[in-house]
């Protein structure tokens, strides 16, 4: 996604594993979900609008954690603890919030909380799975 570039501190922007195939068919995926489950459960009166914020950010969230694991010396697919767990989540809540600000409907402070504090751990779990089904090449 950064083109081969560096930043100004001489380091690539994002490296080799982020790419806008990945991407895209990341946000179609997550859009595709959101649409989903907003006709599952009815979680706002926004359903179109959220499916495509959601995964917008949750991608945007794991774009800025590679910019951070860069600058840090990270390689691509190295470990940041807390930040690879998280980056993602913060990101899709700071894409949702202007919407539930509207509507608080599916979002609330407490949602905010316990999905905070629930993923990691599941992160953690099915990145695992996947490494011993053979699916990443790290477990985290």
């Known amino acids: 996604m950064d083109f081969g570039k560096n930043f100004t501190d001489g380091k ?7 790419t806008w195939r990945g991407f895209f068919f990341g946000w179609a995926v997550g859009f595709m979900v959101g649409i989903a489950e907003g006709f599952i459960f009815g979680f706002n009166n926004y359903p ?3 499916s ?16 951070i694991k860069r600058r840090l010396n990270i390689v691509p697919g190295g470990l940041l603890p807390i930040v690879d767990q998280i980056d ?8 949702a919030l ?12 407490t949602v905010i909380a ?6 990691p751990p599941i992160h953690l779990l099915t990145n695992f799975i996947a490494y011993k089904l053979k699916l990443k090449k790290h477990p985290w």
């Open 88 to 95: 993602f989540v913060v990101g899709a809540v700071v894409f």
């Open 52 to 67: 495509a914020l959601i995964p917008l950010g949750a991608l945007l969230g794991d774009l800025t954690g590679a910019f």
């Open 114 to 119: 316990v999905v905070l504090l629930l993923t």
């Open 98 to 109: 202007p919407l539930a600000l509207i509507s608080w409907q599916g979002l609330s402070w």
């Open 48 to 50: 179109v609008l959220f």
């Open 12 to 18: 690539r922007i994002f490296g080799n594993n982020k």
